[in-house]
Nanobody, 122 residues
Framework: QVQLVESGGGLVQPGGSLRLSCVAS????????MGWYRQAPGKQREPVAT???????NYADSVKGRATISRDNAKNTVFLQMNSLKPEDTAVYYC????????????????WGQGTQVTVSS
């Protein structure tokens, strides 16, 4: 089955930076959009940034100018570089990808990673 595995989370001081990675594996025929979402305690999951297979990007207003999403299509990997981190960025960050498996005749579905904790605190 398709798996998305995130890495790169951790504890960082306010103003610091981190880079999240997410690798997709399994019977992948094609990956379309990929993205990062986050969920803080007591809040709903929200989009952070998304990127199409062609490289077009979208960012949440809360991270514009501080975050950069990129992808390596050859490695089925998406990255999120975040700078000038704030305590309000603290959340579990989830990778998402829209993936068609096996052949061109299957229907693409959304897949999620297990999440990686990002804590911004001094």
């Amino acid at each position: 089955q398709v798996q998305l595995v995130e890495s790169g989370g951790g504890l960082v001081q306010p103003g610091g930076s981190l880079r999240l990675s997410c690798v997709a594996s399994g019977p992948i025929f094609a990956i379309y959009s990929m993205g990062w979402y986050r969920q803080a305690p007591g809040k709903q999951r929200e989009p952070v940034a998304t990127i199409t297979s062609g490289g077009s990007t979208n960012y949440a207003d809360s991270v514009k100018g501080r975050a950069t999403i990129s992808r390596d299509n050859a490695k089925n990997t998406v990255f999120l570089q975040m700078n000038s981190l704030k305590p309000e960025d603290t959340a579990v960050y989830y990778c998402n990808a829209n993936i068609r498996i096996h052949t061109i005749y299957t229907t693409p579905n959304d897949y999620w990673g297990q999440g990686t904790q990002v804590t911004v605190s001094s």
